[in-house]
């Protein structure tokens, strides 16, 4: 559904929520199922004990200075949407600042110009880095072709630098601004050192792979999550731990329930605008009759009548406005955010399979072991006994892992709760009394236009 621009003085675009779109994750075999030749692929991300006391000391540090309710604030927008270039090869360019008391910046104020393809890249960084490790990524918005594609054939401005005022770049535009506020909001990505470069660095970044809508690499992450779907539909641990069974069955049952309110928020935003529609032909039918009626009190009552009903179009359609971004974007936003929480609970599901496969390894080197014994085979039982050590340590490594995901979700659900219940809070009175102000507009109309209906005689 196309909605207006928020203009005549609103501050809708300037909710703090974010769109989604869930990146591509790391296939990893259930147990049972893996080839021998795959093993030393299998642990590459299984962290080595000194990583794993390295995170959490670098972890605890930051939590320690920056935490949400602390005295470190950093405020960003995104704003001046600018076309760049002409023809397929133009982009928008966005001007993102920043305001920061964080002493890890260089300043406390600064801007840069950033494409959209930057904000998918940061996004992919940050996923790569911190969600096998159980953090919740705030994910990017969703591309758009056709809007893309308008805006690479339109004609160039004939100032370089003109904003563009196409609606769904505003959306975009403020859906990048939520992205990058939610982003900052958390204490440990807000400092990472990829985030900071991308909102500090004057320097063209690099282009980011897998952001080309038609482009190979975009293909292969399709197939990887049709198969990465199939994976979690297919596979189902032992849960042992009462709290993610909870967990995993309220957010379903959340998600649920949100996507048919975002449903329901699309069809009210698609009759608020139709009921402006309908208003205005009111307003026009009314002052064509005012034109044509003779009796004088008469006409001048439908005269006024017509003016009431052009008014009340105009808030009509930014109540559409209001149904769209406070609550209708709100809301996509949190779908989004329930999806890279699924992520991060699958990926806790991966460290378990990791665990399991490396037990089921030791366990056939402890009976490859036990037959050399048996069998007094001297010159294999050093090897062995080699490979029964080599799997021992994997398996501490994979548990670990598996118990600091563990821990880590525990800590990032905690937080997320606190701040889902503050946005909804702060969201919902936005939109009452936005609404409120709305309604008590339309009396103020009505009010006014009752002493010429009373003048008729």
Not at 2 to 8: A, K, L, Q, R
Not at 59 to 70: A, H, I, K, Q
Not at 376 to 385: P, S
Request: net charge negative; glycine share 4%.
């Amino acid at each position: 559904m196309e909605v207006e621009s928020p203009e005549h003085n609103r501050e809708f675009a300037e909710v703090d929520i974010n769109n989604g779109a869930i990146t591509d994750e790391e296939e990893v075999p259930a147990p049972g199922t893996v080839s021998l030749e795959n093993e030393s692929d299998l642990f590459v991300s299984a962290m080595t004990p000194s990583e794993v006391q390295q995170r959490r000391i670098s972890v605890s540090n930051l939590e320690e200075v920056l935490t949400d309710d602390g005295d470190y604030f950093i405020e960003i927008s995104v704003s001046d949407p600018q076309k760049i270039g002409d023809g397929m090869s133009s982009y928008l360019a966005y001007k993102v600042t920043t305001k920061t008391n964080i002493p890890k910046f260089k300043r406390s104020e600064f801007s840069t110009l950033r494409r959209f393809s930057d904000f998918l890249g940061i996004h992919d960084l940050l996923v790569g880095k911190y969600m096998r490790l159980g953090r919740i990524i705030p994910p990017a918005p969703s591309k758009n072709i056709i809007g893309t594609t308008k805006v690479k054939i339109s004609p160039q401005q004939t100032e370089p630098g003109t904003a563009t005022n196409q609606e769904w770049v505003e959306i975009r535009r403020a859906a990048l601004e939520r992205f990058v506020h939610r982003t900052a909001q958390h204490p440990v990505l807000r400092v990472d050192m990829d985030f900071m470069n991308f909102l500090e660095s004057d320097q063209e970044l690099p282009r980011a792979v897998n952001t080309a809508m038609l482009s190979g690499a975009g293909v292969m992450r399709l197939f990887n999550k049709v198969g990465e779907t199939v994976n979690k539909i297919t596979y189902k641990m032992d849960e042992n731990d009462p709290w993610f069974d909870d967990k995993i069955t309220e957010v379903e049952n959340l998600d649920g329930n949100l996507q048919k309110l975002h449903a329901a928020l699309k069809s009210l935003v698609t009759s608020r605008k139709e009921l402006s529609a309908l208003t205005g032909l009111v307003a026009k039918s009314a002052a064509m009759l005012s034109t044509c009626e003779e009796h004088t009190g008469l006409s001048r009552a439908l005269s006024n009548l017509a003016d009431v009903e052009e008014k009340i179009e105009l808030l009509r359609s930014e109540q559409a406005n209001s149904d769209f971004y406070i609550l209708a974007e709100f809301i996509k936003d949190y779908l989004g955010l329930f999806g890279a929480i699924k992520c991060i609970f699958h990926e806790r599901v991966k460290a378990f399979q990791n665990w399991q496969y490396a037990q089921m390894q030791l366990s056939k080197r402890r009976e490859n072991r036990g037959r050399f014994e048996l069998a007094n085979r001297a010159d294999k039982l050093d090897q062995a006994q080699q490979e029964v050590e080599e799997w021992q340590g994997k398996v501490q490594r994979c548990q670990q892992q598996f118990d600091d995901i563990s821990a880590e979700i525990k800590r990032e659900m905690e937080r997320f709760e606190l701040t889902r219940v503050k946005d909804f809070k702060a969201n919902i009175i936005k939109y009452i009394e936005d609404q409120m102000a709305h309604q008590q507009q339309i009396i103020s109309y009505w009010e006014t236009f009752a002493p010429f209906a009373r003048e008729i005689v």
